[in-house]
C-alpha cells in the first residue's frame, strides 16, 4: 500500500503530440504541497550531491534532462535508483538519507519540496542520522 512514509517512484502525467511532450504536475500527483522549487544543473560527471537527510522536507526528485543515481537509506537499508526520464518523480519522505551522483553531461535534477530552506532541518551527518532514525 501507497503510504506518505513510502519512498516510492510518482508517474508524471503526460500529453504527447507530433509537436512533442509535456508533463503537468498539479496537487494531486504529488502528497504535499510545493512550497520550493529548486534545481541543479551544470553538475560535473563526478560530483557527489546530496549527503543528508530532512526532518520536515518531503521532496520529490525529477530527471528533467540526462541522468543520475541516486542513493536512498532508511537507516536499516540502502538502495540505488537511476533517474533518466522526465515523467518520473522519486518521492522521499522525511527522514531518509540521500545521495546523488553519477550525473550526465547536460543533466538537469528538479527537486520539488515541501518546505522553505531551512538548515536547522537538515541531518548532514551519517551517524546522527542514524542515531535520529534509530530512536
Ligand atoms: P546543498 O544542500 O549542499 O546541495 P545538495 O543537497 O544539492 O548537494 O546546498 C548547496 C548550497 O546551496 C548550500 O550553501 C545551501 C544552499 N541552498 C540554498 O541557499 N537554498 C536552497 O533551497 C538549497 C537547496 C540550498
Keep these: 500500500m501507497k503510504t506518505d512514509s513510502e519512498i516510492r517512484l510518482i508517474e508524471i ?11 503537468v504536475i498539479e ?13 541543479l544543473f551544470d553538475v560535473p560527471s563526478d560530483s557527489f550531491r546530496g549527503g543528508h537527510a530532512h526532518k520536515e ?22 538502495k540505488k535508483i537511476m533517474l533518466n526520464k522526465p515523467t518520473q ?8 538519507w540521500r545521495e546523488i551522483d553519477n550525473f550526465s553531461s547536460g543533466a538537469v535534477c ?11 532541518e537538515y541531518i548532514r551527518d551519517y551517524d546522527q542520522f542514524k542515531n535520529q532514525v534509530k530512536g
Design 110 to 120: 528538479l527537486v520539488l519540496a515541501s518546505t522553505n530552506y531551512n538548515e536547522a
Design 13 to 23: 502525467p503526460k500529453v504527447h503530440d507530433k509537436r512533442g511532450s509535456l508533463a
Design 89 to 96: 518523480g522519486l518521492y522521499i519522505p522525511t527522514n531518509i
Design 27 to 39: 496537487k494531486d500527483v504529488l502528497p504535499f504541497e510545493i512550497k520550493r522549487v529548486y534545481y
Design 57 to 78: 522536507q518531503e521532496s520529490v526528485i525529477i530527471a528533467l534532462s540526462g541522468s543520475f543515481e541516486v542513493v536512498i537509506d532508511n537507516g536499516k537499508m540502502r
